[in-house]
Structure formats: structure tokens, C-alpha cells
């Protein structure tokens, strides 16, 4: 039996043992369905929308140890190429608003964003603030701020890469930027346009179905001030590649420098359904070269729509928390080791025994639908193209997939924003779904189409689809 073999079968018996011991402490809490919030604009009316920025870069760069987030583990921060911001957006509608956050790094467990939102509490309930949102860039040139990529600790198991100091600085500088935002709020409309970038996206892995569309929510102010826009793109900003260890937010900074460098305008960029999906090739080995082009692209793209349609006042949210089967015993000895933040429960289903809490936003801004997903899902799950049997990796069919996120809400231009709330890890299609017969979550494997199964190694398990799937099926019924 191979090292990876031994290692798989210990962990996995750590955690189930964990989950025993999770029962002993009785069952877990019921969840209550939330039910929708609405704010109701008048005809005719405006939103009214505001906009803050903050650079997250330490002071201590060069002194102290920063571990890059993405690739390896203990690869330790060198230099900047460029800083790591968090920007903030509030939408209103009447008597109340949203807010969501866009931030350059890879992820934020949902503690973390339980945790902004605690420090908020007075001002939500001041503002009659409905929502608060923070959706991560998933740059993997960043500093980490989940904790998988600290120094190796024990075999595959990494220390916690999260520097305390830095963490609180990031979240601090997401509080304010918030705050700032509704303070910077104006009256004006709000637009929903698109175009196709077919260039910027490339295949990590088939099966698959990428999306190539550019969604963009645009804020025109009524006073002429600075227009504010949110676009959602479905690709990794894993540009600069393994070897980086400079800190950068990749693509999305360059996408948006090139937009301010034709006109003046609040940017914000979000992830779509990422897992497994990369930016484009462009022709070139330089990985600066190609980072700096895939931002540059997509920047001419979003600056070239001209399909905007206005959207009419009136905010939707339905916030609903569920629970997660964990079947990775790797994550889940991370979890319990403390170098990941989890909300953990027992769990009837699954193969540990143990789930975490996450959670599901929908958002619906005049007439346009909006689900913010936990983590990185492959595109076929949110907006269809699964592989058939033929050229599934399991052999199995489509049917024993749920139906795409896109059929669940009836809108084929439904926006998936990745990585936001939380970070759940990779969301792939039960049909593609496919573990090392003897290493399971550690070793690499193909197919047998070659396909590389690296995606499952860092998923929840392969119940994650069907569970999000479920959840957002009951949240339409109710929305």
C-alpha cells in the first residue's frame, strides 16, 4: 500500500471518528426556511447606489512571512506586483439596500463573513441595510486568507496560512468600505447588459461547459458623477501561475485599470462558475503578458456593450443557510485541526458523518437574478451542458445530475456569483465525478479520457451538487 494510501485511509478514520463524536452531542439544530425580503421601488423611481475602495496591502510586506493563497503550500510572498483591494457597492430601493462586497483574494470562510456582518449590526439596522455580501476574486496571487497554504505541517496537511493581524486589517478595511459606500450613495438608474468574450476563457478540464458571457450591472448617477459597474466573468484569475510569488489581485486589476484609463468608473468584478475554467491562452508563454491581455480583453468587452436594458426599482433577497455532507477527510481533519474556520454539524448523509453550515443568496434587481454560491462550480451545473454517458467520466448519464441553476430559476441569464459568503471548494456534476480508487482527496487521477480529477481533491464531496441544487429549488418555490 502506497504512503498516499496509508495516509488517505488515517485521515478518513480521524474524521469519521469526529463525526461520532459530534453526535454524541445530539443532533443538529434544525434550519428554518428564511423567507424572502422585498423592497419595493415606485415607477418611474431610481435606485440609488453607492461605491468605496480600500487597498489591503500590510505595511510589513517585506518584513514579516505572507503565504501566497492558490497553488502550493508555503510559498512565501516576495514582492507586489499590484496591491489587493476590497470595494464595496450599496444598491438601494426605497426605504432599504443591499450590500455587496468585492474582494481580491481567494476566499473567506463564511466565520469570517459572519463575523463583518456582526461588526455591522448597528449600521444595518441605521440603514435598513437587508443584505450584506462578500464576494472574493479568487486571485491566486494573493495573500492567504483561508489558512490551506501555509508551510507544510504534517505530510499533506499544511499550517494555518492566515496571518491573525492581516486578517483583522482585511475584514476591518471590508467594514468600512461599506459603511463608505452608503454614505457615497446617490440617486440614478441601474442597467443590465452583456457581451460574449469567447477568447478570454480555456478549458482546465472536459468535460465541460464554459460561459463566456460578460455581465454587467451599471449604475448611471443622476448627478453625473462616476458611473459604478459590477461585472461577473466565469474564469480563474490564476494567470500569473505556481511560480508567482508576488502578491497581485491578477486580471481583475488590469481589467479594471484599463476601464479608468478611458473613462472614469467604479469597478467592481465578480467570479461566475470558475471551477475548472481558466483565462485565455492569448498565444503567449509570458504569464504577465497573458494576465495583463485577459484583463485588457474583458476591459474592451465590458466597455463595448450596448444591449443595456434598464432595470426597474425593486430588491429581492432570500438568504437561506443549509447544511453541506462532508466527505473530503482531508478538509475535514483541516477543519478540525482549526486551520480552516468550518461551522461543523453531524450529518446523516455522506461518507464522515459531518457537515458544515453554508449558505445560498438569491438576489433579484428589477428583473434580473442573481445566486451567490459558496464556492467554485463547474458551468454546466449552473447553466447547462452536461457530458452524456459517452464522455462522462463515470459512464453515467446526465439524469443523474440535477437540473442546472439556470432551469431552476426558468432564466438562462441567471448570474452566478463563485466564491461568495463563503468557501466551499469545488462543485463538480455527479456524472463527472471521480475519486482515486486507494487515495482518495490525495491522489491525482485520470479518467478514461485522460481528464484529470485534481478538482475533486479539493471538493466537499460529490453530494455538494445535488445539495445546492436542492436548496435553491426550495428558495425559488418560495421566491
Partial sequence: ?????????????????????????????????????????????????GFASRKTMPDDINAKKYWMAGFKTGNRVTGVNDPMTVSAIWIGCGDGGI?????????????EVKRVRDSLADFSKRSNCVSINISCSHTHAGIDTLGYWGKAKVGPIPSDGKDPAFMDMFLKSIQDACVEAYENRREGELYMGSARVPEAVSEGRKPTAPRDVL??????????????????????????????????????????????????????????????????????????????????????????????????????????????????GVLALMGLLGIINAEKYPCDQGDLGVALQS??????????????????????????????????????????????????????????????????GYIIAPNDFMLHETEPYLGKHKDRNGANHYHETNSLGYLTAETIADTFGKMMGRV
Fill in 215 to 328: 455581465g454587467r450591472i451599471r449604475f448611471v448617477p443622476g448627478d453625473g458623477s462616476a458611473e459604478t459597474w459590477l461585472l461577473n466573468f466565469g474564469a480563474h484569475p490564476n494567470t500569473l501561475g505556481g511560480k508567482n510569488s508576488n502578491v497581485s489581485a491578477d486580471y481583475p486589476y488590469y481589467l479594471r485599470k484599463k476601464i479608468n484609463e478611458t473613462r472614469e468608473t467604479n469597478v467592481l468584478f465578480t467570479a461566475g462558475a470558475i471551477a475548472s475554467i481558466n483565462a485565455g491562452g492569448y498565444g503567449s508563454g509570458d504569464r504577465f503578458e497573458r494576465t495583463v491581455l485577459q484583463g485588457e480583453t474583458l476591459a474592451a468587452a465590458a466597455l463595448s456593450i450596448d444591449n443595456d436594458e434598464e432595470l426597474e426599482p425593486g430588491i429581492t433577497v432570500l438568504c437561506q443557510p443549509y447544511y453541506s455532507p462532508i466527505d473530503n
Fill in 99 to 111: 450590500l455587496l462586497v468585492s474582494a481580491d483574494c481567494i476566499g473567506l470562510s463564511r466565520c
Fill in 359 to 424: 449558505e445560498l443568496t438569491y438576489i433579484r434587481l428589477g428583473k434580473q437574478q442573481i445566486l451567490l454560491l459558496p464556492g467554485e462550480m463547474k458551468p454546466e451545473l449552473a447553466h447547462g451542458g452536461y457530458a452524456p454517458a459517452e464522455t462522462s467520466a463515470t459512464g453515467l448519464g446526465a439524469e443523474v445530475n440535477p437540473p442546472p441553476l439556470c432551469g431552476i430559476a426558468g432564466d438562462e441569464n441567471l448570474l452566478v456569483f463563485g466564491v461568495t459568503n463563503d468557501m466551499t
Fill in 1 to 49: 500500500m502506497s504512503i498516499l494510501s496509508l495516509a488517505a485511509s488515517g485521515v478518513r478514520k480521524i474524521a469519521v471518528r469526529s463525526g461520532k463524536k459530534l453526535k454524541k452531542r445530539g443532533p443538529a439544530p434544525a434550519i428554518p426556511e428564511a423567507q424572502p425580503v422585498r423592497l419595493h421601488g415606485t415607477p418611474g423611481g431610481n435606485y440609488t447606489v
